[in-house]
């Protein structure tokens, strides 16, 4: 399982890195200096050439990749067996009682009452 557990998280990781790489590399539609101040705004949503090109499609299919690592990381770590080793934040499990209660250590006695110090004893 955890062989398993580190593919999915290398395919996870590329799938990430890759729609990062896509989506940088893309060229928006109102990419020149007049969109700052609005002019590309009254364009169609796709644009001239059509909805989408080989870019946005990449894109979409790495996102998809990534959205199915995802969900696979997540089925894997609920469905992990309870021998493996947890993370910090899991609770170790209470010490079994004691059988003999004889065996057992007794109560700390009550704290004797402490006599204060002598006078002469404090620095000055």
């Not at 364009?43 to 979409?60: E, H, I, P, V």
């Not at 250590?105 to 000055?124: E, G, R, Y």
């Amino acid at each position: 399982m955890g062989s398993l557990f580190n593919l999915v998280i290398v395919v996870q990781v590329v799938s990430a890195i890759s729609i990062i790489g896509l989506v940088l590399l893309q060229h928006g539609k109102g990419a020149d200096m007049g969109a700052a101040f609005g002019s590309g705004a009254s364009g169609s949503l796709f644009g001239a050439t059509g909805s989408s090109n080989f870019m946005s499609k990449s894109t979409g299919v790495a996102a998809a990749i990534f959205f199915s690592a995802t969900l696979a990381l997540s089925y894997i770590t609920t469905h992990q067996s309870s021998s493996v080793s947890g993370g910090v934040m899991d609770k170790a499990a209470p010490a079994a009682p004691a059988a003999n209660p004889a065996a057992a250590p007794a109560a700390p006695a009550a704290p004797a009452a402490s006599t204060p110090a002598p006078a002469n004893s404090i620095p000055k």
